[in-house]
């Protein structure tokens, strides 16, 4: 019991000393001393280092916060207005498919109850068995903007025949439009790439490096893959106002012919490097953020695929490497374990 206490306590020590050295060094051993503090317990200063001291900056800061983690209802838009009507297409694509039907159904509701309270104005005008209710036109209207026309119901005078070719020019409207963005929401390109849930700072040979495990999910190839990584943090401009600031992260290799199961993407963090002399601590004050772009070329569709993700600092493990997925099988074949993708190794 002692010795599993003792274990993690060395856990957390070792823990809180990754926080606060530099990205391209190698953590202090647990039992060495961690870097002493500023006052107040505030994280060591650097030279190029902004402290805000007022609770105004402070809450500015929480405000900008994780903004690339967060979806569009999360996020109010003050002073914008959000055109439907003139955006309907874009609006029909990206509804989840939940909202979609919910407006399909009710949309199609509502249509036939309009043209049912237009028959109601003379129901002596379509023929039927008995005498006509709200429901029965509504049926009735359905047959017509459906094209059906089952034979029992039909128009017999001028009123009513105008209302069914109005319906029937609207209906013809409709299920063009409706199958057209049903259509378009099947055949949307949709980048089925996975992305580690962790990022990690490897330090193999001497070489210190932020790498990210991306894999493609799909039985065909990605061809001509870019990726693109930047770190994205909250600065203070000269005019004193917080801006989100994104530098770009060169990869030892950004762009990729083919990308057929998975591969490493790795940054060096060396004196051109953004992350050089930077301390997790430092990077959580500014709300830093590491995003991943990616843009390639389905083969099977040919159609290009795109696919974006984020990391907060809070997510990237320091002095680790991801543990290898492809194997040697005895038959001669190449296993993929999948399985182990998310999983990383201590050095």
Same mark, same amino acid.
């Given at each position: 019991?002692?010795?599993?206490?003792?274990?993690?306590?060395?856990?957390?020590?070792?823990?809180?000393?990754?926080?606060?050295?530099?990205?391209?060094?190698?953590?202090?051993?647990?039992?060495?001393?961690?870097?002493?503090?500023?006052?107040?317990?505030?994280?060591?200063?650097?030279?190029?280092?902004?402290?805000?001291?007022?609770?105004?900056?402070?809450?500015?800061?929480? &405000?900008? &916060?994780?903004?690339?983690?967060?979806?569009? /209802?999360?996020?109010?838009?003050?002073?914008?207005?959000?055109?439907?009507?003139?955006?309907?297409?874009?609006?029909?694509?990206? +509804?989840?498919?939940?909202?979609?039907?919910?407006?399909?159904?009710?949309?199609?509701?509502?249509?036939?109850?309009?043209?049912?309270?237009?028959?109601?104005?003379?129901?002596?005008?379509?023929?039927? /068995?008995?005498?006509?209710?709200?429901?029965?036109?509504?049926?009735?209207?359905?047959?017509?903007?459906?094209?059906?026309?089952?034979?029992?119901?039909?128009?017999?005078?001028?009123?009513?025949?105008? =209302?069914?070719?109005?319906?029937?020019?609207?209906?013809?409207?409709?299920? +063009?439009?409706?199958?057209?963005?049903?259509?378009?929401?099947?055949?949307?390109?949709?980048?089925?790439?996975?992305?580690?849930?962790?990022?990690? #700072?490897?330090?193999?040979?001497?070489?210190?490096?932020?790498?990210?495990?991306?894999?493609?999910?799909?039985?065909?190839? #990605?061809?001509?893959?870019?990726?693109?990584?930047?770190?994205?943090?909250?600065?203070?401009?000269?005019?004193g106002h917080l801006v989100r600031q994104f530098d770009q992260l060169a990869l030892v290799q950004s762009h990729f012919p083919v990308l057929r199961f998975a591969f490493v993407m790795a940054h060096v963090i060396g004196p051109e490097s953004p992350l050089h002399g930077k301390t997790v601590a430092e990077l959580e004050h500014e709300g830093a953020e590491i995003v991943v772009t990616v843009?390639?070329?389905?083969?099977?569709?040919?159609?290009?695929?795109?696919?974006?993700?984020?990391?907060?600092?809070?997510?990237?493990?320091?002095?680790?490497?991801?543990?290898? #997925?492809?194997?040697?099988?005895?038959?001669?074949? #190449?296993?993929?374990?999948?399985?182990?993708?998310?999983? =990383?190794?201590?050095?």
């Amino acid at each position: 019991m002692k010795s599993l206490w003792q274990r993690m306590k060395e856990q957390r020590t070792a823990r809180r000393i990754a926080k606060y050295t530099p990205l391209g060094e190698e953590p202090q051993a647990p039992d060495q001393p961690a870097p002493k503090k500023a006052a107040g317990g505030a994280p060591p200063k650097s030279p190029n280092k902004l402290h805000l001291t007022t609770k105004d900056a402070m809450r500015r800061f929480k &405000a900008h &916060a994780m903004m690339e983690e967060k979806s569009h /209802d999360e996020v109010v838009r003050v002073g914008l207005r959000d055109s439907f009507w003139t955006d309907f297409y874009h609006h029909a694509l990206t +509804a989840s498919w939940g909202t979609f039907a919910c407006f399909a159904f009710i949309f199609y509701i509502a249509v036939n109850l309009f043209f049912a309270l237009l028959y109601w104005v003379k129901p002596e005008q379509v023929t039927a /068995d008995g005498q006509h209710t709200l429901l029965s036109l509504f049926f009735f209207s359905v047959q017509t903007l459906s094209t059906v026309g089952y034979g029992g119901m039909a128009p017999v005078g001028l009123y009513a025949h105008t =209302i069914v070719s109005f319906e029937v020019l609207v209906g013809m409207m409709i299920n +063009a439009l409706s199958t057209g963005v049903v259509f378009a929401r099947f055949a949307r390109p949709r980048a089925r790439i996975l992305f580690s849930n962790t990022a990690v #700072i490897s330090n193999e040979n001497g070489v210190p490096a932020l790498c990210i495990r991306i894999a493609n999910m799909r039985m065909s190839v #990605i061809l001509s893959l870019d990726v693109e990584v930047a770190l994205s943090r909250l600065v203070m401009s000269e005019n004193g106002h917080l801006v989100r600031q994104f530098d770009q992260l060169a990869l030892v290799q950004s762009h990729f012919p083919v990308l057929r199961f998975a591969f490493v993407m790795a940054h060096v963090i060396g004196p051109e490097s953004p992350l050089h002399g930077k301390t997790v601590a430092e990077l959580e004050h500014e709300g830093a953020e590491i995003v991943v772009t990616v843009t390639g070329t389905d083969e099977a569709l040919g159609q290009t695929v795109f696919a974006r993700t984020a990391y907060r600092f809070t997510h990237v493990r320091h002095n680790h490497r991801f543990v290898d #997925i492809v194997l040697s099988r005895p038959d001669g074949r #190449i296993a993929v374990d999948y399985t182990r993708f998310h999983d =990383i190794e201590e050095h």
